[in-house]
């Protein structure tokens, strides 16, 4: 669907010609994402919703609302249309988009950008030094080279990933906090936001709707990002279902966002096998290679992009150092689940998520 169609439905449902049906969606759905409750387990449902989506950033966005007045339909629309200019500033796949022209012209000099980019870069770099290399918008060199190598039905040698190195880390970056400019130090560098745009954007939009007095609504990107605001079904927070990493179909449980944003990163589903070996997608930028340690990890934190950052950063890094990140910073959760080390059912490391917030099925655990 093009834009102008998707934004054509938008002011459709916001005329009324399809208010009615949308309020009249009841039960136990918001969005795939809210929980459905089990019989085993106690948790929190959703009721009666409003949702409005758009497709961005090669995903589908949505903002999902309790039932109410006309108008925070409206502003909901203008939050989605807000989204495809944030794509065309930020992604890297159009060589018209801001981002394509900094990775095009740093090399030769300090390049100014729209702030905004500005901004998302230099909170990409601080948490790439944050989490000592653990997320670094500087890997796309090495993302390139593995999908390459898919393609061709092969993996990388140590030789290619030893070149790519070279040509990424974020000290190969000068930024200038003052002027807002930024340059390479090598035309073979790459900024690339793949892990933290999507985040980015929720929080802009986000914004938005907070500015136009929406107190209540949850808005996702994809299966992975979502920021939530106020509370639905007189619940303190919005029920968003976890996924077993080990059965996709299956909710391991339910947890409450209230003003905060949750992102889970895992290779459940994006793989590929190699002579018999199982590859995630997801890259330790120090050392080129995937991660395994883990099979999911689950980030609850104040803001999208942090939490987006951060469940990629954790899922690489590992346990003990995610959790000394937790422990240094008290607005970030989040739950870590390694391979079992026996049967199916999994052992999820937690922390700095109170438990009057979080409900798992217990059938699915490993007692202790």
Known sequence: MSEKKAKSNRRDFLT?????????????NLADYLNDATEN??????????????????????????????????HASDALDMLHELEQLMTVYRSTSEMSRVNAEAAAGPVAMDTR?????????????????????SSGPLIALWRECRLQGRIPSQEEIEICLTHTGIDQFQFDPTAKTIQFRSPENELNLGGIGKGYALDIAGQFLTEQNLENWLFYGGFSSILAK???????????????????????GTILLHDNAMSTSGSSV???????????????????????????????APDAALADALSTAFYVIGIEKALEYCDHHSNVGTILIPPPTQGRKLSPVIRGIPNEFLFLDRDQLLSE
Not at 17 to 26: C, D, F, G, I, S
Request: proline fraction near 7%.
């Open 41 to 74: 387990f106690a948790a929190p449902t959703g009721g009666s919703t409003i949702r409005l989506g758009t497709r961005a950033m090669a995903t589908e966005f949505a903002v999902v609302m309790n039932p109410g007045p006309s108008q925070q339909v409206m």
């Open 117 to 137: 980019l500005y901004d998302i870069l230099d909170q990409a770099r601080q948490i790439c030094l944050e989490t000592s290399g653990g997320f670094d918008p």
């Open 230 to 252: 106020g509370t639905h079904n007189q619940l303190p927070g919005w029920p968003v279902g976890i996924k077993n990493p080990l059965f996709t179909s299956q909710r391991l």
């Open 270 to 300: 994006q793989h590929f096998r190699h002579d018999g070996k199982r590859y995630g997608h997801i890259l330790d930028p120090r050392t080129g290679w995937p991660v395994s340690e883990l099979l999911s990890v689950t980030v609850i």
């Open 16 to 28: 009324g010609r399809v208010l009615k049906q949308a309020v009249e969606q009841a039960g136990e």
